[in-house]
Every structure is written in C-alpha cells, then in structure tokens.
C-alpha cells in the first residue's frame, strides 16, 4: 500500500538520528537547557537574522498553537484565524479550552487578507457595546496555509501593517515552514518571516525532525516566563535535547531547506501528472500538498492502492482528496502512484 | 430623552419590592436555602408540571448561560448554537473561557433548525479524523431569540428529536421566556418547554425581578453538585433570597405572565404604526423587540429624541435599529415614540 | 429563634430601600455605566483620597476575589494567602478553577506578616528549579481578617514594603472592611488602605448594601479592560445600578461607618458577657465575630435558642463557634443572647 | 563531571534506539494508532492482567498528571496528595491551571496513609458547610514516591479500602515504577498496582524510553473520549508510535525491569558507601534516589566533582542533597562516586 496521507508519518532524518545515537548515553541537562539546544536557538537565532530572539522548543503542533496564543493573548481577547486555519478546527477545541474564542475570517486558498482583518476590525470598532464581545488580539496565519498555498511577501507585510495599525500581535504558525522556504514559487524568505511576524514557528515534526517545533519570539520580552508556562500547557519536554539536537541538525549547512524541497519536487511530479490525466484540483497549491477533486467511484479505486486523506464533499458529490508528500517521499513512490493515477 | 433601549433599566416590579421592604430585617438564611426561594422553587416546579426539577437561582444571564453549559459539557463537548445566539456574539467570550467552543449554525429568523443540527451531525460523523475535533455535546437555543422571534411547538419537538437521536443535551435560554409565554402568537407553553428541555432558565433580570434566572433541570441528575458549580462560577448570591423572593413573587397569581404581556402589547403598537408609516422591518417577530430599518439621516434624527439600540449596517448604508419594550414600557411613552415616528 | 450566624442575613440598609425604590421606575443605563454608579465612584475615590482611582462594583465576594486575582497574576504565578483566608478555604475552588494556585501561609489570629512573605519567597529563590514551581505573584490579606482580627497600620506598612521590594502585587479584601474603620482599636483608615494597597474592596454584601462589592485598583492602568474581565467571570450585573446606588447611599455622610459602628458595639457587648462569665475566647478579635469555645454540651444548648456559626473542635473535644454581628443587629436581641448565655 | 543528578538525562536504551533506526523510513500512523503502539498496549495489558484495560501513551509526567486528573474530576472536586507530591510542588501549578486545587496531607517519609485520607474526609464531612468547600474526589500517590519509598502491598490495599468507603478514585504516578517493581524490598507487583489502583502510569522518561508514559485505566470507561482529551492537554504525540515503540521494546522480554533494577543496584552500591563512611541519610529509601545530610562546605566541595540536587536546607544549616541513578548508570561512575565521597 503506497502512502500520501500526511508528512509526519516517517521517523527523524537519518543525520537526527546518527546524533540521537551519538550522543544516547551522554548526561544532558533536561528542559532544553542543554548545549544542544543552546547551539539550535544560536543557528535559529543567525538564520532568521534576529541575534536577541527568544527561541523555545515545544513538544507539537497543538500544543504550541495553543502556548503561543494563551499566553500572548489577555483574558477579553480572541485570535483572527481563516476558517480553515488549524486552530479554528483540527485542535480540538485546545484553544478554547484555553480560555480563548476563534474569531473566524473567510478564507480564499486557505489564506486571509489585510482587508478581512480591518473589516473585522471595523465592525468591531463600529459596535458600541464591544466591551461585551471578545475584542481581537491576535492574527494567527499558517505559512504555508492548510490547503498548501503560500502568502507572497507583499500579503504578508500588508497583513503585518494591519496589526501595527489596529494593535494586533502576529503569529505564524510554520508547522510545514521547511516547505515554503524550499518552494521555488516562495518570495519570503526565513529573514522576512522573522521581520514580519511578532512570533512564528519552525515546524520540525512534518519536516524531518523526531519531533517539536521552534518558537522564535522576534522581539525579546513579549511574554516573560514562556519557559515556565510552556510547562503549565503541557508543550515542555523533560528531555528536550531531543529537540533541540532535531534542530540543531536540521539548521547545520541548510539540512532544513535541503531535505525539505524533496517534498515540493515530489509533490510538484504528482501534480503534473494530474494535470497531465486530466484530474481536476480544488486549490492549485505549489508545495507538498495536492488536492484533487475525484468521484467517490475513482476515491474508491485509488484507495485500494494508495493511502491518502479526505478533505470534504462536494456539492456535486464529488470528493476533494489530498496527497501529502514529505521530506523522506522518495521518487519510487511517486512513480507508482503516478501509475495507479 | 425616551428610552426604548434594552429591556433591564428599570428596577423590580412593585409587588417583588414590597416584599423585599417587609422581609428586609428579618434574618434571612443565604445562598437560597430559605423559605422564600424553597416556595419559588415548589411554584415553579408546579408551573412547570415537573415535580421532580432541580430549581437555582443564578445571579445573571452571562452567568447561568457559562455555568450551566460549563456543567453539562465534557471537555471534548462544544455548544450548537446560532451565529446569532447571545453566547455566540454578546458574553465576551464567557463560554470559551469556561473552556467550550461555541459550533455555530447559520440562522434564520434568529433561528436554527433541526435539519442545521443533522447537518453538522452527519459532516462530524464523515470525518475520520473526528477524534481531533470538538464533538457536539449540546444545543443552545433562545426562546424568544436575540431577534424577537418564537421557535413554534413543532419546530421546539424537532429539535428535541435530533438532540435524542443524536445524543445532545437541549439547553433553552430563556432570559425573556416572559415575553413568549404572555405572546399570543406563542403556542409553546412553560409546561411544553419543561418537556422539551433537558435544561432551561425563566428570566428574572428582563421580566420584572430585581436580578437573577431561575435555572430548571427537567429531570433531576444531570449535573451533581450543580449548587457548589455555580459558585465556581461566579453565579451564587450571597443573599440568594433577593432573586427568590423574587421569583416566588413573579410565580404569584401568574404575576410573572401578567407583566410581561405588557411589554408585547406596547410593542406591537409600536410596530403596528411603524408599518403603517412605511418603515421596513429587519425581522418580524411579535415579541417586545422591534426591529425597523432606517437611513442614517433617519437614525440621526430619532436619536435626537429616543435611546435605542444599534444592531447593523446593511450593505445599502442604510441602519437595523432596536425597539425594546418591558413589562415596564407605559402606553405614554408608546405614544410619544409613535408621535416621533 | 435568634440569629447571630452571619453578617449577611438582613437585606439593605433603609436608606438603600428607599433609594432605590425611588428610582425603581427611572429607565436606568445598565452595567454599571448610569449616574448612580458614577457618582459612588466619586465619593468612593473622595473617601480614598486617590482621584485616579478605577472603581468598579462587583456582584459578590467570591466573583470579586476571583477575578481580581484572575486578571491581575500572569499564568505562573499564584497567590499568597493565610491558609484561613477565605480565597484558601471557603471559595469552592474558584481561584484554582481560574486557573492559580492559593500558596497558603502559616498564620497567627488569622493575619499573616512581612516576615512570612519573605520567608516564602527567600525559600522560593533559593530553589534552582524554580522555574517548574508556581511563583508568588500578589499578597492577598482580608481586613478585618476571617476571625475579626485587624493589622495594624504598622503591619500593613511592612507587608508593603516586602510587596514592594519583591515585586509583588498587594491586594486586600475588605468584604468586612466598615467593620475594621468604624472599630475603635483600628489605627488604618479607609486613606491607608487605599495609600497600601494596589486593589484592594470595600465590601456591601456585609455591610449594609443590597449586594455587591466595591473594587479600587489605587493606580489606573494596573488591568486594562476589567469591566470585560468582569463579565467574562461571571462578577458583572446587568442592572449593576443597583449596587452603585447602594454604595452612593454609603458614601454619602459616613453612612457606611456610621452603620457599621453598631455591629461592632452589640459584639463588645456580647464579648464582655462572655468575658464576665468565664467563657474561653478562641481568638480575640475587636470587630463583630466572637469565638467562644465550649463543650459540646454547650453547643448543644446554645443551639435550641440561638443560631450560631461552627467553626471547628478542638484536640480536646471542645467547639469552636461564632457570633455573628451586622449594621443592623439589635440592642434587643444581644440582650437576650447574653440572658441565654 | 560526574552526573547524578536526575534519572533522565540519558536518551533511550539501545534497544529503543534500533528499533526506531529499524521502523524509521516505514510510514507509520500517527497520534498512537500504529500497530507498534497497539502491540505494546496489549503487552501492558497482559503484564497488568488487565486484558480490558485501557492503555495510552502520552508525551510526558507533568502532561499526565494533569490530563488525568483533570479528566477524572469533576468540577467541584480536587486532588489529595502528600504535601511533597510532585503535582504540589513541581509541576508549576499546571493542575491548577486545569482547574483543580491539590488539597495537601502531610506526608511521613513521602507517603500519606489511609488514616490521614479518612482525617480529611471526616473534616470535610463535619463541616456542613462544605458545598463551599472543594470536595475530595482523587488521591493522588506516588509509587515510588519523590523521596524514593515504596508503599507495602498492605499500604495500598487500606488506602484502597478508604477510597472505596469514600468513593474517590484512586491515581497512582510510576512516573519511576520500574525503580519500585526491579526493588526487592518491594511487594506490590504490576498486577497488585493494576488491580489497586483506578488509574496509573507505567513511566517511560525517566526508566529507559526515549520519552512518554503509559496511562493505565483498569476498567474501562472511566473518562470517555481520553484520546481527544489528551490532545486539548498537550499529552497528545502526533508521532505517537515513537512512545508505542518504546513500550513495546520495554515490555518485551521483561526488559523494563531487568534495566530499571541497575538502577537500584547501583544506587544500593552508593547507600552503603554512604552508610561506611558515615554520612547522615535524610530519608531511608530502597530505590534509585539516595538523600544524605551534608554541610554546606561538603556540599561545595562535592559540587566540583559531582553534579547532584539540591532539596532543601535543614534548620541546623546542613543541606540535603540527592544522588540519582538511572538504568544507564555505570558501577564505574559508581566508583568514582564512592572515591570522592
């Protein structure tokens, strides 16, 4: 059985895993005080040009989405996220269990805009009875987005004018950063995100590392005592040189970017071949997640071969699914699938 | 200045002071154990025809809407409600704070129907990955709604039957329950909502009490300790006999009917001689909530001599404003708006 | 049956009856923003000496302390406390449910010193991992304390100091507090208070409003959006009028010391009684709760005539219980009382 | 530097480490649905003689300890535990954070006793108060405790005796269980623990996992829908098979045991050097922890060779301080310990 379902379905780059190995039975300091981590935040840090960022590594996905929002965020406000962001549905209620609303915002390709915040942002200002409604503290956005699209670096930075103007702390959130980074179609690069946002993350579970992500707070000081609240949310972990030598690894002569456009290559191969036969795409996305649109006949045929995962159906009956390729897709396993398509 | 804003500004109706003046020095036991609250809570039961209902007494609606869905939601549970619904928009983010994602339905009327519910239902149910999002656990719907209107009996049963098949608790808001029950348009007695709902509040603070909502339990168990949950929450008073004697005093000689009648009989004065001058109404509804439509300039000039409340811009510029009438609204002041009018 | 359990058993002061009976039908401005409200902020601030001050009027004790707390500590921190304080032992856990921690201190007559807050937090820097435990963030103390005990002006000097030099947030609870400046052994006036502390409450639900307490942050600024905050914790009153009336009428020519004078007359009478006759004084306290310990016997036959409090039994089998004085005790029946003892 | 500092500054046993340098590229379900994960579930199981039993793999202790409880209780209710447990002292109020008060009973060598849980229940039953009280609703131990005891089979059968008579649910934390079940002054056997204990945890991170511990409920359906519960906690691994492996290769060929043993073993070699050279021990224990009472000077002097932590300071001024060995301590480490000592 050929597997597309998603990209944290393989273990760490064979490089984490030799240094896992390497160091196994040396005696590190836990709670990512260790050198290894100490070295990643270094790396992170000269990588995103931001020498006094404040870098954490956090144990997951949700779990970061849902440190970084509830400790930046004040008890009356809410986070902006597309209706599609991950937060506003596959954390499972984390966020609100948090204490916190998702105000949602209609999405285009899975991305929000500048003027959707402001308009947001203006039908609040207009109420005046706001105080009894949770007023927005927050925009969260995913780089790439849930449907694999990309914000150009012109979106981003009206998205980032937005936030001065209204008062708005943003977040990316780069669970599949690797994957825009390496996408030839990406014109924001690591430097720009870092300038943009007021804090984002470094995705290493979907992108080669054993597992965590990298917080990076650009601006030192926004939320004193992080470390101690990422153990209260459950996102620290006692050995967290696992992380840290993750992306120690991963940020040592450009490994992240590298291992990561094996994942756009493979991705864009399928794509074509989908084209090429004559397949329909829900949203046409340039890094490593494809969206057909297939009758539940051809979703049945195909799944006999290849795992894959479900989107939604459509109102015409028809399914949108998706193939997710990886760091570790290999281009065997794209051939085969190309012939089963 | 008229104020037909909201209908909570005025104090008690008369009867409910009297009696707090002749109990006042009388030393009275606190949190609801005493007499007057025990005699509410039997004449209530009675009015309900539920004998065996579990009756509180809570200090506010924001308050009894968090507490009573906090109390019955597990962790993985979120609220159905309407995107219109007071919890959706108005309790600045209560329930999210108490934990719960609020699951809106699209509205119609200010109301949700069975169907919106199955359809969320069965989409939940299509989603393999289900187990990472929030799981329905119970509908919130308001009688009369945000917007005036009335579920009818039949739509109430429908909504009940979706919530037994599919396993939801049925939570109706009933912070202007006076306003249906005295409607004659209204065909959905105290008795038939007793019936209908797992859980649900007789409004006091809108309905002529000093403060409070009574908070019925149809059928005893559902949420134990629910007494010590309420103090959790914010929703305890102290001196719980002011909203008992307040109830038992509404729940007197059907005092509780009587009076709110009255904020519909002023209301639908009000809207009689709107459509008869032309105006347009947002949403029809036949409760003490009237809804015009007007330019502006119009806006402008009513505010000059009326307080009233602002809801929408709609896409033409032109403004859905609010009419509010209580149980307090006196036929004079009617006739002054309609003169302005 | 006579009644001496608590301080909260009798309605409003007659002043407040009146008062509000006389604008019971006045259509009011809801949630605390009409002019009743308004001008008790003013007197409230007048009286404190502090022009700047915020005040809001909260519905009850446990929401206030709640959410006082809530909205002042970051997530690491808790807050210190007696380990007889009311926050520590009689809120059900609303402090812990708003998420922190109540870090109990050892006390003696119910106070706690400078001394016990350093040593705390000397043991607390002296730990290396501190940062896997719950920092001190406040002091909260109560004035008159849970066993009608008082600091002395000295005390709440030096209690400062070390909030100052630890950088801790001092609040204190005043839910008894026209107890404690209308006691004839109390040497910190209501000016003190307000100079000492960074929030601190003067409580109505015991002194003589309808209901409600009185919250002053000293120096604006110190939680932006509280009245939000309030609402979001279930502390806000939709006809928060009601109790910015009550403490209008208050503060209007020392009505509230005036009133609360008389509790603590009727409980020196009863003290000297039991003084006089050879009763055992758990804790000697100047304001109006008396402990008085006696056999279980006693208690017994107390309770035929008097109701009373129970506060615990002793190691050698005696009980601990408490008389209960308000504003609105009277002469008459501390005669009796004293007759029965 | 020697390092004896804490039992998971290792990374995983060999063992671990080949089988996911074996599993690596093979595309494995995530969130701990895998078949490895399912393996060593039903390995737990037979090892628990639990073939019911439900068993899950979470990220870490802190992450469980509060998912767990947070899952068990209600809301009205906390937690009872030794004043030195580690959820009321070093898990930075993450319990709290979930809502819940600890409610703290003095331990005698880190353990509690089914008398001080019936004190507790007796005290908050005497007080008729107590709907504003928190209520017991879990205990809470530790086997072996944070100061490296056992409890006797006999010790656990009574405090389950007490939880049965008071109707609490009992938790058991082996965050350190394979240092209590490879002891040999210990009775109590994973199937005595399983057939005691309501709920418990077989630790990975600090006994030879590469990180993760089991959660063990005994009868199932005792907090339904605990998988989605988990991941609004932050307990939840997308990568779940990386702890599913470690369990699997633990509980195959007994080997959780056999390495957990070398850690007392080494441990036993390090107490009676202690004893030979006449150290005071703070608190005799048979595990992997040893405690001896230094001075300040020897504390310094040691910290030159050897790293070790630090507990607290005795009131004579002498320090105690803690020597920890794990299931990869080396008998040459050991040696070179004793040297210096």
Same sequence: chains 1, 2, 3, 4.
Avoid at 159 to 172: F, K, P, Q, S, T
Wanted: hydrophobic fraction near 40%.
């Amino acid at each position: 059985m050929l597997k597309f379902v998603n990209d944290y379905c393989e273990g760490a780059h064979q490089e984490i895993l030799n240094n896992l190995q390497k160091t196994n039975l040396e005696k590190i300091t836990g709670y990512g005080l260790d050198v290894y981590s100490g070295s990643a935040r270094n790396k992170i840090r000269a990588a995103c040009g931001k020498p006094d960022a404040e870098v954490y590594f956090l144990v997951g996905g949700t779990q970061t989405n849902e440190t970084v929002i509830s400790s930046v965020l004040k008890q009356y406000q809410g986070v902006l996220a597309a209706d599609t962001g991950h937060i506003s549905t596959h954390e499972a209620g984390a966020i609100e269990h948090g204490g916190h609303k998702v105000l949602t915002l209609e999405q285009k390709n899975g991305k929000i805009s500048a003027k959707s915040i402001w308009e947001y942002e203006d039908k609040f200002q207009s109420d005046l009875n706001n105080e009894h409604e949770v007023a927005p503290g927050m925009v969260y956005i995913s780089q790439p987005t849930e449907y694999g699209t990309l914000y150009s670096l012109a979106e981003l930075k009206e998205i980032r004018r937005a936030c001065d103007e209204i008062g708005l702390v943003l977040y990316i959130d780069g669970a599949r950063l690797g994957y825009a980074l390496s996408c030839d179609e990406n014109d924001a690069s690591l430097k720009d995100i870092a300038d943009i946002a007021d804090v984002f993350t470094i995705g290493g579970t979907k992108c080669g590392a054993m597992l965590g992500e990298a917080v990076v707070f650009t601006k030192p000081g926004l939320v004193p005592h992080f470390y101690t609240i990422t153990k209260i949310h459950g996102a620290m972990l006692a050995k967290g040189w696992i992380i840290g030598l993750s992306f120690d690894t991963l940020f040592t002569d450009d490994l992240y970017i590298k291992i990561c456009r094996n994942a756009n290559e493979t991705a864009a191969k399928i794509r074509e071949a989908l084209f090429t036969n004559g397949y329909d795409i829900y949203i046409d996305s340039p890094t490593n997640q494809i969206f057909p649109v297939v009758t539940p006949e051809k979703a049945a045929e195909l799944s006999e071969n290849v795992e894959y995962g479900f989107m939604e159906t459509l109102d015409d009956g028809r399914q949108v699914i998706r193939f997710c390729t990886s760091w570790a897709t290999t281009m065997e396993d794209v051939d085969k699938l190309i012939e089963i398509l």
